[in-house]
């Protein structure tokens, strides 16, 4: 029954963490529900939504939404970026980094809640080197997040991609799973190489998050910006809510 329940959130987080990221904020909680230590507990969740995050890459690449010309300069700096946040998470100890990340995610929700055109409409131009730099550096930032502690990375990278290069919302939630993918497989690797994975969750749970994470894909391709932003902007509360909870 629990590996039932496991696998039924697995499924959930991947449909919403391919529309807007997220999906930690619901895995995590249910495998340290089973009593599995917090590391154990992180590394397994990052091995399924390893596969989750490659599900629903796969359908936004045939939907053509994926920059791939951008996505050459800055998958380098995410990969880089998440394997340090790893190698630190392993020995220290994140929960100091709470505080502020409820801090950015409120920001950002109510940011976009409060700008009605944000996001609606694609005004990617050309890519030119100022903005390749600056987005080779919050690559490498928040891939180092995504390594080190997670909740809340799809939300950053969404609004990041929004900011820096005028993306709408789908070609953000888009760019932004290929960016999470390449930061969930080196995290995967390393948290496997040092024993952090528990493969009688991790294999059904990488399954449910497969399926989970084509369903949410289809979604978000088929609804477009106007159904992803609500979504955003929900999501981003109910994370800082939870973390809140989590701290009392």
């Given at each position: 029954m629990?590996?039932?329940?496991?696998?039924?959130?697995?499924?959930?987080?991947?449909l919403?963490?391919?529309?807007?990221?997220?999906?930690?904020?619901?895995?995590?909680?249910?495998?340290?529900a089973?009593?599995m230590?917090?590391?154990?507990?992180?590394?397994?969740?990052?091995?399924a939504?390893?596969?989750?995050?490659?599900?629903?890459?796969?359908?936004?690449?045939?939907?053509?939404?994926?920059?791939?010309?951008?996505?050459?300069y800055?998958?380098?700096?995410?990969?880089?970026?998440?394997?340090i946040?790893?190698?630190?998470?392993?020995?220290v100890?994140?929960?100091?980094?709470?505080?502020?990340?409820?801090?950015?995610?409120?920001?950002?929700?109510?940011?976009?809640l409060?700008?009605?055109?944000?996001?609606?409409k694609?005004n990617?131009?050309q890519?030119?080197?100022k903005?390749?730099?600056?987005?080779?550096?919050?690559?490498?930032g928040?891939?180092?997040?995504?390594?080190?502690?997670?909740p809340g990375?799809?939300?950053?990278?969404?609004?990041?991609?929004?900011?820096?290069?005028?993306?709408d919302?789908?070609k953000a939630?888009?760019?932004a799973?290929?960016?999470n993918?390449t930061?969930?497989a080196?995290?995967?690797?390393?948290?496997?190489?040092?024993?952090e994975?528990?493969?009688?969750?991790?294999?059904?749970?990488a399954?449910?998050?497969?399926i989970?994470?084509q369903v949410?894909?289809?979604?978000?391709?088929?609804k477009?910006?106007?159904?992803?932003?609500?979504v955003?902007?929900?999501?981003?509360l109910?994370?800082?809510i939870?973390m809140?909870?989590?701290?009392?």
């Amino acid at each position: 029954m629990t590996l039932l329940l496991i696998c039924l959130a697995s499924f959930f987080a991947a449909l919403v963490d391919a529309i807007v990221g997220g999906g930690g904020l619901i895995t995590i909680p249910a495998l340290l529900a089973t009593g599995m230590p917090t590391y154990l507990a992180l590394g397994t969740n990052k091995f399924a939504s390893s596969f989750g995050s490659l599900s629903s890459t796969l359908a936004f690449l045939k939907g053509g939404e994926v920059n791939t010309k951008l996505m050459k300069y800055l998958l380098p700096f995410s990969l880089i970026g998440s394997a340090i946040g790893v190698w630190v998470v392993l020995r220290v100890d994140p929960e100091f980094l709470r505080a502020m990340i409820i801090v950015l995610v409120l920001g950002i929700g109510l940011y976009t809640l409060f700008h009605k055109e944000l996001g609606l409409k694609n005004n990617h131009v050309q890519l030119t080197k100022k903005s390749i730099s600056i987005g080779m550096l919050m690559a490498l930032g928040i891939g180092f997040y995504n390594g080190f502690f997670g909740p809340g990375t799809g939300s950053f990278l969404i609004f990041a991609l929004i900011a820096i290069f005028g993306f709408d919302f789908k070609k953000a939630s888009a760019n932004a799973k290929m960016l999470n993918l390449t930061g969930n497989a080196i995290a995967s690797v390393l948290f496997l190489i040092n024993g952090e994975v528990t493969f009688y969750y991790a294999i059904p749970m990488a399954i449910s998050m497969m399926i989970g994470g084509q369903v949410g894909a289809k979604l978000a391709l088929t609804k477009g910006s106007k159904f992803i932003k609500p979504v955003f902007v929900v999501a981003s509360l109910v994370l800082v809510i939870k973390m809140i909870m989590d701290m009392v």
